[in-house]
């Protein structure tokens, strides 16, 4: 199956600063990608849809201002925490859609910690 | 909101059991996914089912579409400690860009 890579993998940051995380896809090009949160030992929860070159979709109640979303390129999407708080603190999953128009691909995850 | 409602919630048997997971929902889907998570880790993609009716086996596991796309199911046959996991369907819908709608999730333990 098409390979997402996430990075960083872990990440602790302190109150009041911004932690970038990148989302790529090694093996195919994503015009759409999707980012997620998880909290723990639940499903996971679309927050936005990220589409190459465009402004990306949030769903209700993510704030678009703290949770900066830039897909550059079609290999690359990349999801910005503003001003973390320690309730930010959560599992962060990207996703890439392939040609095939069903399939979502995850990456391996972003585990957040804002101390 | 298209709800797909997975159950059982949580699931805790023996080795060399079989067991079934459940996905409904009221909402046609165009396809359905079964994902598999470990903690700490992203999901994984299992199998897509695309037609109504559709059966698709995978080693000791069995998907099944429903006849209308709204539902789905995952049989495991002799279960083994390897399959403990988080076990996710998520259902699709073309007129929404193909936007994948999640169910809670499975939990599976399976003890040795």
């Known amino acids: 199956g098409a390979v997402v890579s996430q990075h960083p993998s872990r990440v602790i940051c302190k109150s009041g600063t911004s932690v970038k995380i990148e989302c790529r896809s090694l093996?195919?090009?994503?015009?759409?990608m999707f980012w997620y949160r998880q909290f723990p030992k639940k499903s996971l929860m679309l927050m936005a849809t990220?589409?190459?070159?465009?402004?990306?979709?949030?769903e209700q109640g993510v704030e678009k201002d703290k949770f900066l979303i830039n897909h550059a390129s079609l290999t690359l999407s990349t999801l910005t925490v503003t001003s973390a708080h320690p309730e930010d603190s959560s599992f962060y999953i990207c996703?890439?859609?392939?040609?095939?128009?069903?399939?979502?691909?995850f990456g391996p995850g972003t585990r957040l910690t804002v101390t | 909101t298209q709800l797909l409602e997975q159950s059982p919630q949580f699931l805790s048997i023996q080795e060399g059991e079989n067991l079934t997971v459940y996905c409904n929902s009221s909402?046609?889907?165009?396809?359905l996914q079964w994902y598999r998570q470990e903690p700490g880790e992203g999901p994984v993609l299992l199998v897509t089912?695309?037609?109504?009716?559709e059966v698709k086996k995978l080693k000791r596991l069995t998907f099944q579409f429903g006849d209308a796309r709204k539902d789905s199911s995952l049989h495991i046959t002799a279960a083994q400690p390897g399959d403990t996991g988080l076990y996710l369907c998520?259902?699709?819908?073309?007129?929404?860009?193909?936007?994948?709608?999640f169910g809670g999730g499975t939990r599976l333990m399976v003890k040795p």
């Open positions: 909402s046609v889907f165009s396809s």
């Open positions: 996703s890439a859609r392939d040609s095939a128009p069903y399939e979502q691909y």
């Open positions: 998520a259902g699709a819908h073309n007129n929404a860009g193909n936007m994948l709608t």
């Open positions: 990220s589409n190459e070159g465009s402004k990306a979709t949030y």
């Open positions: 093996d195919f090009q994503a015009t759409t």
């Open positions: 089912v695309v037609t109504g009716g």
